[in-house]
């Protein structure tokens, strides 16, 4: 049975993760000294090998006689979590068991000691455990059970609750370097027998954004397809569905060069070869985020248009999205109302020319008749009745009627405001 690359290529030793060394580090050197915790966090994007170190970690703080806080792979420890039949180690994915149950359970079982050293329990996707699941993981981590691990795995830490946050110990992994990436695949293709050529192991590595396995997915796609051929960049955009960057540059140019004929010939190009409009827009904002860096490199003339091209395609990628089967019409709208833009812009530069111009002729508009206004009101007593009749719509009681305010000697102010408050004023 065919086994997926990116399984098949996972790594088993910590030698083995790729760009992660801050973190490989650490654990080898807490497991050199005995210096394990309890609970850990392993955050990143996806694939970027979380799960994978993990298990390698599992493995090797299980290990009878590790080397240098690798496992060894040879002992019963390390064969028995390699063919997947210790239970001492446990993969619990939260986007499925999210529930407080499935922690209750969890809770339970950690009291019984492990087979080894330690229980480890790897919870994918932990940001996904509901609140009350959480609260029961929480009661779990304030009282550790002695020889069991808890490594908690998320794209998503923001959503881990801090009370949790504050128990683990808080492991960041990076994306994978686009040069990294390109040395580790380079290698795995050569010992698979795939042949790649250099332009589309770029390209696979740059639509990956660092994720390994993404890259691998993707390779066993083409591999699949293009069996004992070189593969191209032509088969790989063919099997992404992705354009050729040819068409970016010539929208590009379109756009800056306000050329609405042109980009939307393109449109029309993208369309016949069956392509995904918000698929193609998002990979359009990426060509133009490579230009905006390179303009701001190179202190090119263009930045300003770039950037504002950018902040207006990513405004609009949203509507390009939900249209759906109509993203056709949603980006020609926006390439229109763009160069729309650029020409509003230049007329804003003319405007010293427009200033010659004769000024417009002055239309004659009719008076307006002023709007009928009740008569002002004689006192306030007939104010206050006024007011009550609008809002209540029947006369006022008399105790109700506000009095008339009686002029004030000057003194009597200051009587007043003597009577109103504990303490004396005194007028200097
Ligand atoms: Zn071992």
């Not at 709208?333 to 020319?353: M, P, T």
């Amino acid at each position: 049975m065919y086994t997926a690359l990116y399984r098949k290529l996972r790594p088993i030793r910590f030698s083995d993760i790729i760009d992660q060394q801050h973190i490989v580090r650490t654990l080898t050197n807490q497991i050199i000294h005995g210096r394990v915790s309890h609970a850990y966090l392993f955050c990143g994007v996806r694939g970027t090998g979380k799960t994978s170190c993990a298990k390698i970690f599992a493995r090797a703080v299980n290990c009878t006689q590790p080397n240098l806080g690798e496992a060894c792979g040879i002992c019963a420890s390390c064969v028995e979590i390699a063919r997947g039949a210790s239970m001492d180690v446990i993969e619990i994915d939260a986007a499925s068991n999210n529930g407080v149950d499935n922690i209750r359970d969890l809770r339970e079982e950690v009291r019984y000691p492990p087979n080894g050293k330690y229980k480890v329990y790897i919870i994918d996707e932990v940001h996904m455990l509901s609140t009350g699941a959480f609260n029961a993981l929480l009661k779990t981590l304030e009282e550790p059970p002695p020889q069991v691990i808890f490594i908690l795995a998320t794209t998503d830490p923001q959503k881990i609750p801090a009370t949790i946050h504050s128990r683990l110990m808080r492991f960041d992994f990076h994306r994978i370097s686009p040069d990294s990436m390109t040395a580790a695949l380079a290698g795995y293709m050569a010992d698979e027998g795939i042949i790649i050529n250099e332009d589309a192991l770029a390209y696979v590595v740059n639509i990956s954004d660092g994720a390994m396995r993404d890259a691998l997915s993707l390779l066993d796609r083409l591999a699949g397809l293009y069996f004992d051929q070189e593969i191209t960049l032509e088969n790989a955009l063919e099997v992404t569905g992705s354009m050729s960057k040819d068409v970016f540059v010539t929208l590009f140019h379109a756009l800056l060069h306000k050329n609405p004929a042109k980009a939307l010939g393109t449109i029309d190009d993208i369309s016949a070869k069956g392509r995904d409009f918000a698929q193609f827009t998002d990979e359009f904002l990426g060509y133009l985020r490579d230009i905006m860096v390179s303009e701001v490199v190179s202190g090119g003339e263009a930045l300003a248009q770039v950037v504002a091209m950018v902040g207006h395609f990513s405004q609009v990628i949203r509507n390009i999205k939900q249209a759906g089967s109509g993203g056709r019409l949603a980006l020609e709208i926006a390439c229109i109302e763009w160069i729309g833009r650029l020409e509003g812009g230049d007329k804003e530069q003319k405007s010293e020319v427009r200033k010659e111009r004769p000024p417009k002729p002055v239309v004659e508009v009719a008076p307006v008749a002023p709007a009928v206004v009740a008569p002002a009101p004689k006192s306030a007593q007939d104010y206050a009745e006024r007011i009550r009749q609008r809002y209540l719509g029947e006369p006022a009681a008399e105790s109700f009627v506000a009095q008339p305010a009686q002029p004030m000697q000057p003194d009597e102010g200051l009587e007043r405001l003597r009577g109103m408050i504990n303490f004396d004023i005194k007028v200097v």
